[in-house]
């Protein structure tokens, strides 16, 4: 095996790491098709409700900047729709939040009287990731090979079990001798 080769497999291994780690994370747009928006009564506390929100993932909230914009507050000021001292303010019309710790958040439009009309939303984030990859505090239940489980999901089972052998590590520490052997 050249040295080639072994550059290219772990370069692919870091590859599917990222993948995998990637795949776990997702995107929560805020009222979903409607947006973020007072034109159409959304009701965001159902909104929010409906939706498994863990830390990873993301607030996607999509608005006319003329119009809307988007407060991070506490819950003091969510319950009293005040903007005067918001936490974090974002109003690039397509705001893209990170979700990094658990807890609840309080978002509301800055905008004279939209929180009132019901332009708010309360998330509640919930710890570990919304992948089974990462979430292994459910048990014991089955437990495949660690390299085995980030393609489960993704790739057809044959190409799975092929590629999760091929970079197992005993594949690459038998590689590196082979590699040591012939140079
Ligand atoms: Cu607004």
Known sequence: MSSGKMAWALQWISTMAVFAVSVSATVHKVGDSAGWTTLIPVDYAKWASSKQIHVGDSLLFEYNTKFHNVLQVTQEQFKSCNASSPVASYNSGADSIPLKRPGTFYYLCGFPGHCQLGQKVEVKVI??????????A?????????????????????????????FSPICLLVAALLYCVCV
């Open 127 to 136: 710890a570990g990731s919304s992948s089974a990859l990462l979430g292994p």
């Open 138 to 166: 459910s048990g014991p239940g089955p437990s495949p090979s660690p390299m085995g489980t980030p393609f489960a999901s993704a790739p057809p089972p044959s190409a799975a079990s092929t590629l999760s052998y091929f």
